[in-house]
DNA sequence: TTGTGACAAAAAAGTGCTTTTTTTGTAGCA
DNA sequence: TGCTACAAAAAAAGCACTTTTTTGTCACAA
């Protein structure tokens, strides 16, 4: 299928063949602005690049996870608009997907891809500020801990 | 606030007061099982512990992040249920929440705490496979690079 | 003080229906 | 082959409405 080292970029049919979307698909995605093909022939016909492949697949994945089309375009231009990375805009990045959201990971960070919103929550985080906030509650954890060891054999339940 | 050092756990009014939560929902939760005291006392009062202290503030967090509480109550059960951790079941946990999704970290991996599927996709897995089974592929965007390098300064655009 | 029950208001979730989006097919043409 | 255009079927999204859930306040009992 992929056949000439001297080709510009991948066909239409070849895409297809690659990534197993349907090459209707393509022309639809590439007419609607979901992943569009990075060059053209003079005739008009879409030459697909390497990068693009990546991306084909990921929306592929993204559409599997059950994520709808139109929140796939509006992730694809977050993520772009968010991480302006240059020749390889996708890899390097783990992507979560689930039904409502795509989240992108990098660099230690978790992006939701359709707000471009941050956060993780570190639960151990949520102990040290009680702790802080009040010293007497761990106390009172390393206490219960101690009273529970000594009256273990006396407790039945 | 947190007074006795003999006291067997913390009582509504304190877990309250250092949780920010109302006293009305720690008793709602109590009774539709969001989170309950792991102890009681005989008159029938509450008796919050540390963990579930945590197990509080996590939840808050949750609904400060747009989750609802049944989404919550569904979370926390499928927290116990696939991470059945004893003493500090939400300790050394990530959570990720958008407003749908509740999301667990725990191990390297990313658990949707509503299904308990797990996945991460990463991308760079996705260009992998596409050269395992089209080698040619990658043999292509080696030689587009090469064209490019060449015709930089030939092409304008 | 804490828990329970009753009433009420606000928020969230479910439902049935319509509209829009997406996919696919077909045909003409370069 | 591949693009365009028209068309039809399937899937998803919106919407208005009802129902359920959640929270607050109050009165009363333990």
New binding site residues.
């Given amino acids: 299928m992929v056949s000439s080292r001297l080709q510009k970029g991948f ?4 895409v297809a063949n690659i990534t197993g979307l ?11 602005g979901v992943i569009e ?1 990075s060059s053209t022939t003079q ?4 030459r697909y690049s390497f990068t693009d492949l990546i991306a084909l697949k990921t929306v592929k994945q993204l ?1 599997e996870q ?1 994520v ?4 796939v ?1 509006k992730s694809i231009l977050a993520l772009l608009q968010y991480l302006p990375m240059q020749q390889q805009p996708f890899s390097e990045l783990k992507v979560i997907a689930t039904g409502d959201v795509v989240l992108v990971f990098h660099q230690g960070v978790a992006m939701d891809a359709l707000t471009g919103q941050e956060w993780i929550m570190e639960v151990a985080e949520l102990e040290k500020e009680i702790v802080r906030q009040y010293p007497d509650a761990f106390q009172l954890v390393v206490e219960q801990e101690e009273l529970f060891t000594a009256n273990t054999d006396k407790k039945a339940s």
Wanted: glycine share 12%.
């Fill in positions: 066909s239409r049919q070849q349907s090459a209707r698909q393509l022309n639809y995605w590439r007419r609607t093909p005739g008009g016909h879409a559409l059950g709808s089309l139109q929140k375009r």
